[in-house]
C-alpha cells in the first residue's frame, strides 16, 4: 500500500457526508397540521426551527465551501488527514441531532448551550485537520488562524451565555457564521473575486 494517497476519494466522500448531512436536517423540517392552528400561526410557531434550520444549513455550507478550498491544495493524503478529516466529519454530523432539538424542546438555555457545543466540535475539529494539512503540504491555512481563533472563542462563549441569554448565544453563533462568509483574501486573489467591501 503506498505511503500517501491521492485525495480525490476523501472529497467525494466529504462530499456525499456533507451532503447528507444537509438532507437530514431538512427532513426534519415537517409541515404542521392546521387543525389546531391556521396556516398563519402554524408558520410562526415552526419558524424558530426554520431559522435554526437555516443557521445550521449555512454553517455546514460554509464548511464545505472551505473544506473544498482546503482539500483543493492537497494531492496526496496521508493516513493522519483521513483520520482528522472522519473526526471533522463525525462532529459536522451532529448538526441535524441539535437543529432537531431546539425544533422539538424550543429556543431554551439548554437547547440553545447544547446547540453551542455541536458548534464548537467541529470548529476544533477544523483547526486540527488544517493544521495537519498545512503542515503537510507547506501551505497556509485559507483562513487566517486569527479567524479560526476568533470563532472558535465566539462559539465557547456562546455555551455559558446561552444559560442567561439563549437569544445573544444564537447572535454570536450567526456572528461566527457571517465573519466566514466572506472568502479569505488569499483565495479571492487566487480565483480573482473581489468583495465590494472590505470585512
Not at 36 to 56: E, F, H, I, P
Not at 72 to 93: K, M, P, Q, R, Y
Request: one cysteine or more; aromatic letters at 10%.
Amino acid at each position: 500500500m503506498p505511503r500517501d494517497l491521492n485525495s480525490s476519494r476523501l472529497e467525494a466522500f466529504s462530499d456525499g457526508v456533507i451532503a447528507v448531512i444537509i438532507t437530514i436536517m431538512v427532513l426534519d423540517l415537517r409541515v404542521p397540521s392546521t387543525r389546531q392552528l391556521g396556516n398563519a400561526d402554524a408558520l410562526r410557531a415552526d419558524l424558530k426551527l426554520v431559522l435554526v434550520y437555516l443557521l445550521s444549513f449555512v454553517q455546514t455550507g460554509i464548511y464545505w465551501v472551505n473544506h473544498h478550498y482546503l482539500i483543493d491544495d492537497v494531492e496526496e493524503v496521508s493516513h493522519g488527514i483521513l483520520w482528522a478529516n472522519l473526526a471533522f466529519l463525525f462532529t459536522l454530523s451532529l448538526f441535524p441531532f441539535a437543529t432537531n432539538w431546539v425544533g422539538e424542546r424550543g429556543v431554551s438555555s439548554f437547547s440553545i448551550a447544547l446547540y453551542a457545543v455541536v458548534s464548537v466540535l467541529p470548529a476544533v475539529t477544523w483547526v486540527v485537520l488544517s493544521n495537519i494539512i498545512c503542515r503537510h503540504c507547506g501551505i497556509p491555512p485559507a483562513g487566517s488562524r486569527t479567524k479560526q481563533l476568533v470563532s472558535t472563542s465566539l462559539y465557547i462563549a456562546a455555551i455559558p451565555t446561552a444559560c442567561y441569554h439563549p437569544l445573544i448565544a444564537i447572535g454570536m453563533i450567526a456572528l461566527v457564521a457571517v465573519l466566514w462568509l466572506v472568502p479569505p483574501r488569499r483565495l479571492q486573489a487566487a480565483t480573482g473575486s473581489q468583495p465590494s467591501s472590505n470585512p
